[in-house]
């Protein structure tokens, strides 16, 4: 694949990415992670800059694009959450990357409006990631999700991966979903009843030959790879149901058992009981990996975009 | 109204002047009807057969509106409800124009996005709504920014 192709793109929606597209991302994603663990510091970005525009706090992604940046020897401007910034004022997010375009070489948005991103990149020059567009998507978050699948299997295909929590509103799993569907993957999905994932994306997976199979039952026993999200408590009006479902959906030492020698537990943290500490030590625990990986993946994506070669 | 059978054909009156929507799949003429804006303060004469015989689809919706011209916004919402419907235009009882609508690949400006926390929803953001032909048959669109499919107008 040639890096020009990559020069000055948007990453918007994991949905806009060939299968080729999010191996090479992977393979690249890979080589950088090699070349921060020689502890070298790197200037592969050195005189560049990035903007980070956070118009909803997110810490962790914040920081991950700063690190992955500051590793690379760039630097990083910006701010979070809309009350410090003109957006209060009136100013419009199109208006806002507009004006930062003339100050960064590579912006990354984070904004409640779905959408959000793909509007603010179609007037700007220089490359725009999206950093989270409400329920929408989070396209870095899908990549190091894979990454960590990856780097764990060495490969994607054949592996059964159980997706577990809320399936309906969780824009995690539906862009894990969607980016699976390049693969040659089995999907349990575990959620409660009220929160199962759309029927037309079960569908979709379907169509594209995934098998999936829909269940409430904490079925991990065969699972490769056990995605695990947040039920969180404002979906349920009935606070007793919610108790009830929360409970249902643990992974604590009783699950231990039960798993696969070499199963892996993901998620996109933050926690909240969903997964006891007890897991933490384990063998199979890796959300803290996970979310580490998280810098040398926008590492690769950064350099890809300014069209860095490495 | 002078409708009547010739022949156990279904025969619907002629409007003078004014459009004619033909070959609407069959339940969806009351969007149409939506769509151009006709509710109970429309003072024009409107003929509507629902669910009636056809040949070509087995059974089919027709609306007739005297002294009406339809625009192109109009036209393309009509082609996302009745991806297959006929328009003619009718002056002094004659077709002078006949026209099949066209599934656009592109819908700009033309549905508005569904959900409240589309980028297109926000007031003071200068952005358009568009939506993108997913599958013609059954009519998917999909919102360019939020992504969000819809299968229906309203």
Not at chain 1, 245 to 256: H, N, P, Q, R, S
Request: aromatic letters at 6%.
């Amino acid at each position: 694949m040639s890096l020009k192709q990559w020069d000055k793109k948007h990453i918007i929606s994991i949905r806009d990415f060939s299968r080729d597209e999010i191996d090479f991302v992977l393979k690249k994603s890979r080589l950088m992670e090699d070349k921060l663990s020689s502890r070298k510091p790197l200037e592969l970005m050195k005189g560049l800059i990035l903007a980070n525009l956070f118009f909803e706090p997110s810490t962790r992604t914040s920081m991950s694009f700063e690190t992955a940046m500051k590793r690379l020897g760039g630097k990083a401007v910006g701010f979070s959450v809309a009350e410090t910034t003109s957006e209060v004022k009136g100013e419009t997010i199109v208006d806002t990357v507009r004006v930062v375009e003339g100050y960064a070489d590579v912006i990354v948005v984070r904004h409640p409006a779905e959408g959000a991103a793909r509007a603010a990149s179609e007037n700007i020059k220089v490359p725009l990631i999206n950093g989270g567009d409400g329920a929408n998507q989070h396209p870095t978050q899908t990549l190091l999700d894979l990454y960590t699948i990856q780097k764990e299997y060495k490969k994607i295909d054949g592996l059964s991966i159980a997706m577990v929590g809320d399936l309906k509103y969780g824009r995690t799993v539906h862009s894990l979903a969607n980016a699976l569907e390049n693969y040659d993957v089995k999907l349990t999905l575990i959620s409660p009843r009220e929160l199962r994932m759309p029927v037309r994306m079960v569908n979709g997976l379907r169509e594209r030959a995934i098998e999936v199979k829909e269940t409430t039952r904490l079925s991990i026993g065969k699972a490769d790879v056990i995605y695990v999200t947040r039920i969180q408590r404002e979906r349920f009006p009935d606070p007793q149901e919610f108790k009830r479902v929360k409970e249902a959906y643990v992974l604590d030492e009783g699950i231990l058992p039960k798993l696969r020698d070499d199963a892996i537990i993901m998620h996109p943290l933050p926690r909240v009981s969903e997964i006891s500490p007890a897991i933490d030590g384990t063998r199979h625990a890796r959300y803290f990996q996970q979310s580490r990986n998280g810098v040398p993946v926008r590492m690769a994506l950064l350099c890809l975009v300014c069209g860095v070669d490495f | 109204m002078d409708d009547k059978k010739e022949n156990g054909k279904l025969k619907i009156r002629n409007i003078k002047n004014g459009i004619s929507i033909d070959h609407i799949a069959a339940g969806r003429a009351p969007e149409v009807l939506k769509i151009l804006g006709i509710d109970g303060g429309f003072r024009d004469s409107v003929t509507i057969a629902m669910n009636v015989k056809s040949s070509k689809m087995r059974e089919k919706d027709i609306v007739k509106v005297e002294n009406r011209d339809l625009d192109v916004s109009e036209i393309n919402k009509i082609s996302v409800i009745a991806p297959q419907a006929t328009i003619n235009w009718i002056q002094d009882y004659q077709v002078v124009r006949k026209e099949k609508v066209k599934l656009p690949d592109e819908l700009v400006g033309i549905v508005e996005c569904p959900n409240p926390s589309c980028i297109t929803n926000k007031e003071r953001e200068p952005v358009k709504s568009i939506f993108l032909v997913k599958n013609t048959s059954p009519v998917v669109l999909v919102c360019k920014y939020c992504e969000r499919e819809i299968d229906s107008l309203y």
